[in-house]
């Protein structure tokens, strides 16, 4: 067990001080075994109230601060040290002042504090990380957790963390295992019709993605309970508490990362962030994981939204989808382009015949052809022109007719979901160039996840270069 001044947030815990909360620590000693032991079983102990406030000091009795026993360095046995390190620990967490940090000055200065030097940094990156992650049961002694106010001070209020080490019990629940399983396998159906569409993550000097915290969270970070208490499960809240962006373009990509370069220009660890080509694959798999407090938002070409909005939605063989939320300064999502089928004359005997646009790319010396969904308007429109000039021998229209949606709507349409392995997702050229100019210049870093990456992005590069040299050049599609 851990008694200490646990500074998870120091800026949040710095209000509290300012604000002279106060800090309640319930000590379960034992009257049979050594003085410096503690009974884990009993309830029936006495409490020590510190506090800046003299006026709520004054409320506790002077016998139970002058106690002698009460007064004593409380240290852990072998085996409690064993336990706390390999199975079990429990903390608590509550207001700090001057007390209690005395007394932890105390516990260092004789060698007797739970972590030393290092080993309390190390510690709070794995409390936080599980405590994130929903691996820590947190209990309060407030039984209305819709009430808690630290402004009322006629009641203690802590947090106690139970963090179980040796077996996550998360893990072991049956519905998560079976939801788990339902995503990856619904995950690796998808997988091959989403390879050919390439997505933009920022990444730092560890190989993590970038994440930003909720401006919603900033707002309410000077209550370090309500916050923590929100966790519990019965005060529960959709606000996140971080969001990572996922980029359609590299341009918007690196656009992002500039700010962050300006934002914290002072700061000595930004130069490392850099920006990572991954599949689409990717974001699909973050928005399983379904984290409580990180969300992913999956952000569009801006320029062709800009285009679409104020200058291709004029277009009158532009059909946009009758669910599409648009107006006339904003299109929801990152579009994108399906040419529609279309009947057109022959020039010799006027025979009528149905054209669907096709890519066809040679498998294995196996012709295949995809159903091409494209992610920029003049990629599409250079891939009909090419198009018509393969079918001269038939009266095909200058301009296509063309069905508009976004992406997230589309992939959740029955139609995607019968037919996602004939369909594949064509970027745009600017995309393409990005993807040759990395590769390039990133070739030679083999760090783990660079490493692990380079057989995707080469399958990106080649797939890209195939279909836009099919789509720009007068040569066969077959290669």
Known sequence: MILSNFILFYKVLKNYRGNKQYLALTLNQSRENSKNMFNLKSNRSPCIFISNSKSFTDQVSSKSLKNKNDNKLITRNFWQTLVNKYIKEIIYLSPSNSLSESYINKLKTIGLSVYKGNEYKSFLQRFSKDLLNGNIQILTNVKDRSSISLLNRNDVIYLKYNWLKFLNFNLLNSKKIIHN???????????IAHQSLPIFILINSNNEIVLSESPDQLRKS????NLSIQSLGKVSSTKK??????FI???DALEYKEYINAKYSSSTRLNQIRIMPVTINLYFQLMNLRKRNVEFRLIPDLKELSDLVYKYRKYQYLSLDSNQNYGHNYFQGQPVYLIKSIRAK?????DLKVFNYLYSSDKKKNLSQYEAVFFSYETAMDAWKKFVEENKDYHLPVRPSIYVSNLEKFIKTSYYKKNHSKIIFLPSIDTYKFLKRYLQSNIQNKSNINYWMTNRIV?????CYRVFWSLTSRQPMNW
Not at 181 to 191: A, D, G, M, W
């Open 181 to 191: 399983v339902y995503n990856e396998s619904k995950y690796n159906e998808t997988n």
């Open 222 to 225: 000077n209550d370090l309970f």
């Open 241 to 246: 508490l971080y969001t990572g962006l996922v």
């Open 249 to 251: 373009n590299p341009s």
């Open 346 to 350: 022959s020039r010799k005997n006027k």
């Open 459 to 463: 399958y990106i590069r080649t797939l």
